[in-house]
Antibody, heavy 121, light 110 residues
Framework: EVQLLESGGGLVQPGGSLRLSCAAS????????LSWVRQAPGKGLEWVSS????????YYADSVKGRFTISRDNSKNTLYLQMNSLRAEDTAIYYC??????????????WGQGTTVTVSS | QSVLTQPPSASETPGQRVTISCSGS????????VNWYQQLPGTAPKLLIH???QRPSGVPDRFSGSKSGTLASLAISGLQSEDEADYYC???????????FGTGTKVTVL
């Protein structure tokens, strides 16, 4: 069974940093693109970032470009999201999601349960 | 602001059919495949339809997807109370170089 388990969320002050992790199991981690998607309280889904199977190509939403960095460690079956210069509008549940195939262009299928990030003073 | 537009709500009585539209453009729906997700209250989204009209294993055949040009649709036939949820379309956008989600549609079973 494919499982994705996010961790690292919490309360952080504006301007602060957090590093989210997503531990994966149940599939060949290195064969799939991966993504982060967030959902602000009471709002819809917002794509944040995606990464290719090798980690060599990354994609970011304009809202986080220059502040967030996605990475992966295929030896540890783990996806990361380094979040810097956090703003109140970054407050959301952050979901880790597995790509449907190798390429990022076909979207995601399996989602983790999410980790909550709250940016507030 | 999402580039994929969905109606905010849809409702129907049990057993009936409801259809949700997802309007995009040539850079997303017009040139890439569409996925649909179901999000039950308080839970993570679940893939319902991928590659426009393909159902993952375990998804009932009451759910069907279609795409024509820059418009995609999700149909739910034989509506059941457990279908009450938020539904989102999504597609890769070649101009934004990112994955875009629809605005979301809340389905209510009357």
């Amino acid at each position: 069974e494919v499982q994705l388990l996010e961790s690292g969320g919490g309360l952080v002050q504006p301007g602060g940093s957090l590093r989210l992790s997503c531990a994966a199991s149940g599939f060949t981690f290195s064969s799939y693109a991966l993504s982060w998607v967030r959902q602000a309280p009471g709002k819809g889904l917002e794509w944040v970032s995606s990464i290719s199977v090798s980690g060599g190509t990354t994609y970011y939403a304009d809202s986080v470009k220059g502040r967030f960095t996605i990475s992966r460690d295929n030896s540890k079956n783990t996806l990361y999201l380094q979040m810097n210069s956090l703003r109140a509008e970054d407050t959301a549940i952050y979901y880790c999601a597995k790509g449907t195939v190798t390429a990022v262009y076909y979207g995601v299928d399996v989602w983790g349960q999410g980790t909550t990030v709250t940016v507030s003073s | 602001q999402s580039v994929l537009t969905q109606p905010p709500s849809a409702s129907e009585t049990p057993g009936q059919r409801v259809t949700i539209s997802c309007s995009g453009s040539s850079s997303n729906i017009g040139s890439n495949t569409v996925n649909w997700y179901q999000q039950l209250p308080g839970t993570a989204p679940k893939l319902l339809i991928h590659r426009n009209n393909q159902r993952p294993s375990g998804v009932p055949d009451r759910f069907s997807g279609s795409k024509s040009g820059t418009l995609a649709s999700l149909a739910i036939s034989g509506l059941q109370s457990e279908d009450e949820a938020d539904y989102y379309c999504a597609a890769w956008d070649d101009s934004l170089n990112g994955y875009v989600f629809g605005t979301g549609t809340k389905v209510t079973v009357l």
